[in-house]
């Protein structure tokens, strides 16, 4: 799928009232786990919905298999294009292996009856998504994690070259999240499907895209490696506020305090990281300068890690946790 010179938006009686996207070219290709980030209002799911010819573009083209969508029959983009939705199926009742067996709708005729090589398609997506174990349960009896995975099984049943899925892991805890993201980069690399997600998970998508499209209101969507888009400081641009900031050396977000009180900091490794972190969580400013108030983190042969805080060039006693320094700190 390509999307050429596009601007989507909303519409209000068949008129165009609101742009979220200018002049973006933008391209899906087969085996790239492709992820879309953007603020809340920057237009991810209208462009998912716009890329799938659900919703018309305000200018530009998008194609698909080289053909504009527009021109492309509901029975033919059933066998290029399959979409997951935000949306909770409305088929509680069935069983898990009946909604994957839903996939195969497109190839059963008149009849709905399912061949053999419906119920091959069906197995194996089941097999893909590690469903075996849940085939006979219904939708109701699953958590939000085993649900979600059920519904990539049906889209990939579809057996398209295209995914699409639209915030799938809105309602997963962190375990769910990061195995989901996982086992989609993992079928587009193996099965060499072009797989399209919206997501707010960055930490996660940092870790596992191919490519990132990002999205900043009423402006060209910008796509690249996610390495790539870090370096140029595409991130700062995108997710930038008042409290917060991106922070290009760690891949996170940091928390902005006003008027901390400002620290020195000397160590190494693991321990030097999680002090710090703990340091900037309670306010405090990291110097690179010798501040009034100076840490120094020190290890022993053994492994043991130990805090002593100096106050005017005066040192306390060690401290044998981080939790143990802050109090003295403050």
Known sequence: ?????????????????????????????????????????????TLIRTLAGLQKSIEGQVLLQQQPIENISLKKKAFLLSMVL???????????????????????????????????????AILHT????????????????????????????????LIMLDEPTAHLDLNNRVELMYLLKDLSHRLNKAVLLSTHDLDIALQCADVFWLMQPCEKILSGTPEDLVLQGEFEKTFRGNRYKF????????????????????????????TKHALERNGFLISDA???????????????????LETDHRETAEKPSIEALLRDLK
């Open 86 to 124: 935000t949306e909770q199926p409305a088929t509680a009742n069935l069983s898990v292996q009946d909604l994957v067996a839903m996939g195969r709708y497109p190839y059963t005729g008149l009849m709905g009856r399912l061949s053999k090589e419906d119920m091959k398609k069906t197995e194996a």
């Open 290 to 308: 010798r501040e009034k108030y100076h840490i120094c983190i020190k290890s022993n042969h053994l492994g043991n890690t130990a805090w002593k």
């Open 130 to 161: 590690q469903l075996e174990y849940l085939r006979n349960k219904k939708i109701w009896q699953l958590s939000d994690g085993e649900r979600q995975k059920a519904m990539v099984a049906r889209a990939l049943a579809q057996d398209t070259p």
């Open 247 to 274: 922070e290009k050396s760690t891949g996170t977000f940091k928390v902005l305090e006003e008027g901390g009180k400002k620290v020195s900091l000397e160590g190494e490794g693991i321990a030097y990281f999680w």
């Open 1 to 45: 799928m390509s999307a050429e010179s596009l601007h989507i938006g909303f519409y209000h009686q068949k008129k165009p009232v609101k742009l979220l996207a200018s002049e973006s070219n933008l391209h899906l290709h087969s085996g790239n786990f492709t992820c879309l980030l953007g603020p809340n209002g920057s237009g991810k799911s």
